[in-house]
């Protein structure tokens, strides 16, 4: 699919609309991880608004592209997505992490529509896009299968399991995408257990690799586009994000990890955000 | 009533060991604020270590530590602990039999909002089932405090269960706290509430209901879930005729399957559970949860009426 000037504008409204959509889910939630949501918001819109097939009238279409959330957290972000993208109604988005409703506080496959697997024990994501991909390989479906790992996340054993498995299976259907935000809970990964230099790692492991900026929509969509192309070998982008991007006062900031804007942080917010708390009617 | 969080008490608990033992070290995952380890590291940073998200290896070198004569405490969520790195604790703790603490916090619904994923409801099934472990759970912080400092001074692998939330503080500091030995608290002979953890002050609440009936119930607390003071069930069982079990856990391998145990082999009578019905959580307030899942004093009052219908002669 080519990226006209028109489409990467729209894109970048999508964005900004998510971006609006997460603080406002995260605020009505009184909980929930703010600083991850953000930072994985442009990769997602490249993902469900450009780059992958997908039809929200059909979630279980056998064709169609896989996305596996597996830093779980994240959620918000691919909430408000697959609310755009049509999966279900945005009224649910309200209900985030209540009792009775469809969005869980981690996300449960069978709860949401257009979700593809549970996740929010970090690490276990990439284990399960390689079955997805070995199963494709089997039925010769021609389906990406892309992954979204925190880079505190890939510090998970398991992530390395997973990584060998790719490699020695050829899973040239497997595109996965670190959020390289460079802070997990604690401080910073590099504070707790440096991962770096992330690519060469990954390409030790067998991979193939890229480097970019993940909140640069036009360079995501050119990263993603040669996914489909690389022969025998599974794709890793090292994506470097900031965490909580687009607030101004969240970004790069630890402590809005695992914690949801009050009220006044929404109202300083929005307007960065091109937003105004008058506008949106719900709070 | 006083409110005080296990998870609160155990940090605390763990400063001072590592005051009195120099052998105590600490691990811990990306959690050490919520685990409250942080207690311990910010006195002794050279003997903590966060080795990030990854409680394979967490469990993996705890066990390294003890081998070389440490105490570790390995401490995160229940339900990472018990769950990712079962097999670690399977063949290198247990089957090794390893002086490693392991200490999960947030376990149960009462996590709240986060939902199914981190809510444990099974870590009393899967870490009872291994062979020579001790299983905890403490009531309130009082006795969290007792059974850090008591696990410190064994050797041998010990699972710990603590909660998120603020408990009721229902014991004081001179009440005995010895492991394997269940602690009544209070008389009664129609019934007999036997609970666990946070479940404990839900059974002391449907006593006083009941006993506005004119029904007499019997209070016990097992801060221990293995191994089981049989004795005190078995009297129990012997003296009230009708059991009442009440735990934040699934139905199926806790509190409630381990006193049955008990009871089919030494003095069956009529007994219910009140747990979780075979099912997950769900995101929701702590207090939402616990009454949707019937974990409340009213539950464990239904329970009791209905056992003590069954009751023989
Ligand atoms: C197995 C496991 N251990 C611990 C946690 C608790 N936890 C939730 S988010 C997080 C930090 C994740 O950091 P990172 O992967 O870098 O995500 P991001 O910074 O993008 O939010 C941790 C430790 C978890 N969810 N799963």
């Not at chain 1, 992958?52 to 059909?58: E, G, I, L, V």
């Not at chain 2, 139905?251 to 007994?271: C, D, Q, T, Y």
């Amino acid at each position: 699919m080519t990226l006209t000037p028109a489409k990467l504008d729209e894109l970048k409204e999508t964005a900004r609309h998510l971006r609006i959509d997460v603080l406002k889910m995260l605020t009505l939630a009184g909980s929930g991880h703010t600083g991850g949501s953000l930072s994985a918001v442009d990769i997602i819109t490249a993902l469900y608004f450009h780059k992958m097939r997908h039809d929200p009238q059909n979630p279980r279409w056998d064709e169609r592209d896989r996305f596996i959330l597996s830093k779980g957290h994240g959620g918000p972000a691919l909430y408000a997505a697959l609310s755009k993208a049509g999966y279900f109604d945005r009224r649910h988005l309200w209900q985030l992490r209540q009792a009775g409703g469809i969005l869980q506080g981690h996300p449960f496959s069978r709860s949401t529509p257009g979700l593809e697997c549970t996740s929010g024990s970090l690490g276990q994501g990439l284990s399960i896009a390689n079955g997805i991909a070995l199963a494709c390989k089997l039925t010769k479906k021609s389906c990406q299968i892309y992954v979204l790992l925190g880079d505190g996340e890939i510090q998970e054993g398991q992530v390395w399991e997973a990584a060998m498995s790719a490699a020695h299976h050829k899973l040239d259907n497997i595109c996965a995408i670190v959020d390289n935000n460079g802070l997990q809970i604690d401080g910073s990964v590099d504070g707790i257990k440096s991962l770096n230099p992330i690519a060469p790692r990954w390409r030790a492991f067998g991979w193939e690799t890229r480097e970019i900026d993940g909140h640069d929509l036009k360079q995501i969509i050119q990263a993603l586009d040669p996914a489909d192309k690389v022969k025998g070998k599974p794709q890793m982008i090292v994506a470097h994000t900031i965490k909580g991007k687009g607030v101004s006062f969240m970004e790069g900031k630890v402590g809005y990890h695992g914690v949801a804007p009050t009220r006044e942080e929404l109202k300083r917010a929005l307007p960065e955000l091109g937003a105004s708390i008058e506008a949106e009617s719900l709070l | 009533m006083e409110m005080k969080a296990t998870r609160d008490a155990f940090g605390e608990a763990l400063r001072e060991l590592g005051r009195e033992k120099r052998k105590v070290v600490v691990l811990s995952g990306d959690l050490e604020d919520s685990t409250r380890a942080e207690y311990f590291k910010k006195e002794f940073p050279e003997r903590f270590f966060n080795l990030g998200i990854a409680e394979q290896d967490i469990l993996g070198t705890a066990v390294g530590l003890s081998l070389d004569g440490l105490i570790p405490f390995a401490c995160s969520f229940a339900v990472f602990l018990t769950n990712r790195a079962y097999g670690i604790l399977r063949i290198s703790i247990c089957y090794n039999k390893r002086n490693v603490k392991v200490i999960g916090s947030h376990a149960g619904l009462t996590v709240g909002e986060d939902g199914a994923t981190a809510q444990c409801l099974e870590d009393f099934a899967i870490t009872r089932v291994l062979p020579n472990i001790i299983v905890l759970s403490p009531v309130d912080a009082v006795e969290t405090k007792k059974a850090a400092k008591a696990i410190a001074e064994l050797c041998g692998p010990v699972y710990m269960r603590l909660g998120r939330g603020p408990y009721p503080v229902i014991t004081k500091e001179s009440d005995p706290f010895i492991i394997g030995k269940a602690n009544l608290m209070r008389e009664g002979d129609d019934v007999a509430l036997i609970a666990t953890g946070l479940m404990v002050s839900e059974a002391l609440k449907a006593a006083k209901i009941l006993s506005d009936e004119g029904i007499s119930s019997r209070v016990i607390n097992i801060h221990t879930i293995k191994p089981i003071d049989e004795e005190t069930i078995i009297d129990a069982a012997k003296e009230t005729g009708a059991i009442v079990t009440a735990e934040e856990h699934q139905i199926h391998g806790g509190l409630g399957s381990a006193v049955a145990e008990v009871l089919v082999k030494n003095e069956p009578v009529p007994m219910e559970m009140v747990a979780v019905q075979d099912t997950f959580g769900e995101s929701g307030a702590p207090e939402e949860l616990l009454r949707k899942y019937h974990l409340k004093a009213v539950d464990i009052v239904n329970a009791a009426k209905d056992v003590i219908k069954r009751k023989r002669g």
